[in-house]
């Protein structure tokens, strides 16, 4: 399949879709960039915030994504021993804090204590594990959230108090589909659907899902709206199969260019990646 790219001079443009408005972005590793107009859109999803640079879950992760104009940060969502809800990717602390523990067997102040920034650079000393409220406050209406209940069946109740928060907010009615929230626990996101009807859900799907049938989609799509797979088990079946039962399909985690562009190739609806810049510019195929 032959691709059609056409060498734009100067700065190459990216369409923000939150917004509405052209922004200027820089050019991706391919060297060249394709014309607006040969582009097809597809949602930029900056996993853990712009994670490949910066420290994954945090402040500084979120707002690089923001400045690198994605679509939307992918967040995930446990909750602390004394039930705050709190963004980390991991069941422990060991990875990303210089901390060591259980997420939800330590109190809020005890993770809230933690540095999450140093064990990816010194330059990000000092960043802290945040709240979901926290998170929602800075970055609604400014960029897309995907909110991830990471692990719910640990936390009994987290999918009433991240509703909770939502509805506080009034972040709980149809808005945009800019705010999605998604599970690889598919039961968590039926209940999570019941509580927040007009809001769009997800499943994520790992690498056991490879050959879901045309049936299994129709039941997802009773209460989802988008099927997110691994994206190595991503095929053109399965891509025409989502949009056949009615759902958006943004697989996960792309971290190469190479990457990025065969999903890009399989007319996948969004893209999570570690680097926003894979995602800017997309050259059509020709068919
Ligand atoms: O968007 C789905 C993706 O975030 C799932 O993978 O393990 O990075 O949470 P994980
Ligand atoms: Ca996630």
Redesign the pocket.
């Known amino acids: 399949m032959k691709r059609v790219i056409t060498v734009l001079t100067g700065v190459g443009i990216a369409m923000s879709s939150f917004s509405g408005t052209t922004a200027a972005a820089p050019a991706n590793d391919l060297g060249s960039v394709v014309s607006v107009q040969e582009q097809q859109k597809i949602i930029n999803v900056a996993?853990?915030g712009a994670s490949g640079h910066a420290p994954e879950n945090t402040m500084a992760a979120y707002q690089k994504a923001f400045e690198m104009k994605a679509d939307y940060i992918?967040i995930?969502v446990q909750m602390s021993q004394d039930g705050e809800l709190v963004i980390i990717?991991d069941n422990t602390v060991d990875r990303t804090t210089n901390g060591t523990g259980t997420v939800g067997e330590m109190t809020f102040e005890e993770l809230r204590q933690l540095d999450a920034g140093s064990w990816f650079s010194e330059d990000y000393a000092g960043e802290k594990i945040l709240t979901f409220g926290e998170v929602l406050d800075a970055f609604r209406g400014k960029i897309g959230i995907?909110i991830?209940l990471?692990s719910p069946e640990l936390y009994p109740g987290v999918e009433e108090k991240v509703a909770e928060e939502l509805i506080k907010r009034n972040l709980h009615k149809p808005n945009n589909e800019k705010v999605v929230i998604?599970s690889f626990n598919h039961k968590s996101m039926q209940k999570s659907k019941e509580l927040l009807p007009s809001l769009p859900h997800g499943v994520?799907a790992g690498p056991s899902w490879a050959n879901v049938t045309e049936e299994q989609l129709a039941e997802f799509a009773t209460y989802a709206d988008y099927f997110?797979p691994n994206m190595n088990i991503v095929t053109h079946e399965m891509v025409d199969d989502v949009h056949e039962a009615g759902m958006k399909i943004y697989p996960?985690?792309s971290r190469s260019q190479e990457q990025a562009l065969r999903l890009f190739d399989l007319n996948v609806d969004g893209i999570?990646t570690d680097y926003t810049e894979h995602v800017y510019y997309h050259p059509v195929k020709n068919h």
């Open positions: 996993h853990r992918e995930d990717h995907l991830e990471k998604q994520i997110n996960y985690t999570v």
